[in-house]
């Protein structure tokens, strides 16, 4: 039988995976999140498409036949590309070239300091992150829908005598999938009780 790549379900390659690399069908159900019964049906069909036991049962476990052990390394690179493409994307601050422009108001725009710690612009959060600005924001630019890229900073702070202004709270960036905390800066500054 000819293995035509336009019907190939892609999910028996990846119960092919599993079995490649737990070499027993339980613990391979259990990676891919399958009954065991799912699984061997799954090595069922795709033996028979590709005319080859691809493993053989053994007192030690499943062994591969020479054509799984042929097939398992361009399989698992082509699962990890195919991850790859539709994972989204993490935003780490440390690894970012990105450009971020400031907006703020008239008392931010004289801490653009104080800004740029809170999104991770700071040299030993993110070096080679840079920012631009800031640029006036109206208070009534508060008013608008939030949008994926925005960054969204509640600016609640408190004035130390010997620190200066201690943040208090994070600034997070909007995301498709809903937010990311950016710089942890201050978070070690943590004060509570009085001098009497």
């Not at 795709?46 to 052990?69: I, K, N, S």
Request: glycine share 6%.
């Amino acid at each position: 039988m000819a293995v035509s790549f336009k019907t190939l379900d892609l999910n028996l390659l990846k119960v092919f995976d599993a079995v490649m690399e737990e070499r027993s069908v339980l613990r391979a159900s259990q990676r891919v999140a399958l009954s065991q019964s799912a699984v061997s049906h799954s090595l069922a069909r795709l033996r028979e498409m590709l005319e080859d036991d691809l493993f053989v049962r053994t007192a030690t476990g499943m062994q591969p036949t020479a054509r799984a052990l042929t097939m398992a390394p361009q399989v698992r690179e082509a699962l990890r590309s195919l991850e790859a493409a539709v994972e989204q994307p993490r935003f780490v601050p440390a690894a970012s070239t990105r450009q971020f422009t400031l907006a703020a108001n008239d008392f931010q725009r004289d801490c653009t300091d104080f800004l740029a710690h809170g999104m991770g612009l700071v040299s030993h959060e993110a070096p080679r992150l840079t920012a631009k600005g800031p640029v006036p924001y109206d208070d009534t630019d508060a008013r608008l829908p939030l949008e994926t890229g925005m960054v969204v900073s509640i600016e609640t702070t408190m004035k130390h005598p010997k620190r200066g202004f201690i943040k208090l709270e994070d600034t997070v960036v909007v995301t498709p999938t809903g937010y990311e905390i950016f710089g942890e800066g201050g978070r070690g500054w943590n004060l509570g009780g009085s001098k009497s």
